[in-house]
């Protein structure tokens, strides 16, 4: 069974480029997440979509950061424009329902911009 | 807003050394407490889920336990191997915040 996909895996733009990941969760998972990962930290929530449905989007910067789930199943994530402090790891998981089981990562986009 | 702790930030044992690593988080009302592996560069791999009504939950070499009035998990690891050497980090679900995760370093 696949896991969770991204790509691409490495991405350089220069800032105020836009810049977009992609997801396809594990078949069946209703709920995904997007997360940013700066080096030495622990992953933070950006988007958790259960379906079609942001359920919470409460960090993600919304100025410049847009995420769509058409459909329910893979989804996108972008920024524009890209700054200098926008450079990180852009995780995205996937899980069965509920936002109470089982998580489960891609192998995640590294993002540097210059 | 769920806070989650890990102690140490970093660790470096023998190899062969049974050890612990902690997590904390602040609310209670959790659901479940997820266990995660990271190597260098790579996303994260599930080790163990502890579901809200479990008190441990076993694999291999890997026993997590959880209390949730406490707000404490840890994490036990058996017999440490070279191998073992990654970020640990744990989640707890119902928002899924993670720590800050701890970097462990076995020696051969």
């Not at chain 1, 409460?58 to 995420?67: M, T, V």
């Not at chain 1, 890209?82 to 998981?93: I, K, N, R």
């Not at chain 2, 102690?7 to 997820?34: H, K, M, R, W």
């Not at chain 2, 690891?77 to 800050?100: E, K, N």
């Amino acid at each position: 069974e696949a896991g969770v996909v991204q790509s691409p895996r490495y991405k350089i733009i220069e800032k105020k480029q836009p810049v977009a990941f992609w997801c396809n969760p594990i078949s069946g998972h209703n709920t995904l997440y997007w997360y940013l990962q700066n080096l030495g930290q622990g992953p933070e929530l950006l988007i958790r979509y259960e379906n079609e449905e942001a359920v919470d989007d409460s960090q993600l910067p919304k100025d410049r950061f847009s995420a769509e789930r058409l459909k329910g199943v893979d989804s996108t994530l972008k920024i524009q424009p890209a700054e200098l402090g926008d450079s990180a790891v852009y995780l995205c998981a996937s899980s069965l329902g509920g936002g109470n089981t089982e998580a489960f990562f891609g192998q995640g986009t590294r993002l540097t911009v210059v | 807003k769920q806070e989650v702790t890990q102690i140490p930030a970093a660790l470096s044992v023998p190899e062969g050394e049974n050890l612990v690593l902690n997590c904390s988080f602040t609310d209670s009302a959790i659901y479940n407490l997820q266990w995660f592996r990271q190597d260098p560069g790579k996303g994260l791999t599930s080790l163990l889920l502890i579901q809200s009504s479990q008190r441990e939950q076993t694999s291999g070499r890997l026993n997590a336990s959880l209390d949730k009035s406490s707000g404490r998990s840890t994490l036990y690891i058996a017999a440490s191997q070279p191998g073992d050497s990654a970020t640990y980090l744990c989640a707890v679900h119902g928002d899924m915040r993670f720590g800050a995760g701890t970097r462990l370093t076995v020696k051969p």
